[in-house]
């Protein structure tokens, strides 16, 4: 069914079907109307501010303040006499030079300058860096000989049996077999791989009932170093030692 409604901005009939019941503009350029940013100016011509030639403004050029590109451009070359000149020194030749007061960065007098700026910090950086990878290969060492003494010993504790395979590491622990504040070596040859807890409840002190079990116990751990090929003499490193 076929209704006339009338457009609440130019008073005009028009159709409205069904399906366009809340229909109320006849046109797009009413609907345009309606909706068009509400700005209202007390005049609808501005005074440029170069020239102070009149030009007009409407709602889609509001903010324009210069009548053509020639204004616009002679205010550029306005901005960048009242720039401030200041005089720097150069880093490497220590030349002094004029440069703009908003470059702030500008270290060097010209281009030439500037290579040997930047070679002599790749000069700084590449004479620092050997010494990060010597403590990196240094630290994987450490890591690789630890392992050595947790595959030998099948990631097992030594003492109780526990299974320490895949555990976080402060879980897994090397003991010295003869206590190391004894004067017990950190070689292979006296280290056991050991859970947490037995290591902290295992006493510091030799007495003369578990000297035989600590000989047993140095037997067994060379053996086991011959079987994979590891030396007696193989230096661990701890940290808080």
Known sequence: MIKIKNCVICEKEFEVTPMTTSKKYCSPQCYAIKYQPKI???????????????????WRNHSKKYCSPACIEANNQRIKKAIEIVEKHCIICNCSFLSESFKTTKKYCSEQCRKLGTKKNAEQLNFQRPEVRIDRKEEMERVSKREQIYKRDGYLCYYCGISLFNKHASSITLDHIYPKSLGGPDTASNLVTSCKDCNSKKNATVDVSNIDLIKTCLKDVNKRNETFNISSDLKIYFSHR
């Open 40 to 58: 209202r100016y007390e005049s609808n011509r501005r005074e440029c501010l170069i020239c102070s030639n009149s030009f007009e403004v409407t």
